[in-house]
């Protein structure tokens, strides 16, 4: 599975983006997908989670700005992200995997995509 995320760029402090991750390959062994922000010289962060069933997770920072959708047929992944905020900047991966007794691998990952919101 290759993941290739897209849509980053500049924003303004409550502006809109729009990220897209397509997925070429099997994916059926797939049952997660998600979006994790890193910052230069932080660690990787949950973002959001999506279900095959399309229950979605946020981290508690972006809940209710940010929602996280799937299309099966077009095996991509989006985010939508509302009222941004500077602390919204880094690099956006997206990733899939597999959830199992409420824990979660993440067995793919795609390129990152930059997401810089200016105050």
């Known amino acids: 599975v290759q993941l290739q995320a897209s849509g980053g760029g500049l924003a303004q402090t409550g502006g809109s983006l729009r990220l897209a991750c397509s997925a070429s390959?099997?994916?059926?062994?797939?049952?997660?997908w998600g979006w994790f922000r890193q910052e230069p010289g932080k660690q990787r962060d949950m973002v959001a989670l999506?279900?095959?069933?399309?229950?979605?997770d946020y981290a508690d920072s972006v809940a209710g700005r940010f929602t996280i959708s799937r299309d099966t047929a077009k095996k991509s992944v989006y985010l939508q992200m509302d009222r941004l905020k500077p602390e919204d900047s880094g690099v956006y991966y997206c990733?899939?995997?597999?959830?199992?007794?409420?824990?979660?691998?993440?067995?793919?990952w795609g390129n990152g995509t930059e997401v810089t919101v200016s105050s």
């Open positions: 999506i279900t095959r069933s399309n229950n979605a």
């Open positions: 990733a899939a995997g597999r959830l199992q007794l409420g824990s979660y691998d993440m067995d793919y």
């Open positions: 390959g099997s994916i059926f062994s797939i049952n997660l």
